[in-house]
């Protein structure tokens, strides 16, 4: 199935699996990025990479190379940088206001956990229609900006998974 815009061609449904990616340095400075639209309660929405699979084929691995590298410009691959799988889910119910992104009916989304551990801080290139700020902070204080409490959690959960 699919959307149909006035004036446009029909845009796909969104998958409800999604990738979430905690950007961080050696020494637990993490990215957060700040959302163009602000989170329900008009809070600023800060968070970790996000984004879903372009198709229900495409490996976990390879939605958060490409999600990294279209929301933040940082290429995966690049030398010192190690993405790490951490093997966990979180499994959640969908916002609302995003219901219409999805088929009817669908009403939780999958998200698979990651970590990119990059060499230094380093400047981050948004797309504006997605994101309007970037920072790094050090990790305790980046879970206490996050809106999304699974994105807070995962990022508390980062000293397990980082190399020493």
């Not at 961080?24 to 800060?46: K, N």
């Not at 790094?136 to 995962?154: G, H, K, L, M, V």
Request: negative net charge; proline residues 9%.
């Amino acid at each position: 199935m699919a959307v149909e815009l006035v004036g446009t061609a029909p845009l796909p449904f969104k998958i409800p699996q999604s990738v979430l990616v905690v950007i961080h340095t050696p020494t637990l400075d993490v990215l957060l990025i700040r959302r163009a639209i602000d989170a329900p309660d008009g809070q600023a929405f800060w968070q970790s990479v996000t984004g879903s699979k372009d198709s229900p084929q495409e490996d976990w691995r390879d939605t958060a190379v490409r999600e990294v590298w279209e929301e933040t410009g940082i290429c995966a691959h690049a030398s010192g940088c190690t993405l790490r799988d951490w093997g966990l889910e979180n499994v959640y119910d969908i916002y609302p206001q995003w219901l219409h992104r999805y088929a009817p009916g669908v009403r939780r989304n999958t998200e698979h956990l990651f970590s990119l551990q990059v060499p230094v801080v380093q400047p981050v290139v948004l797309s504006p229609r997605e994101h309007t700020a970037w920072a790094w902070w050090p990790w305790r204080e980046a879970a206490d900006r996050c809106f999304s409490p699974s994105n807070a959690e995962a990022i508390l959960l980062l000293p397990q998974f980082a190399s020493p």
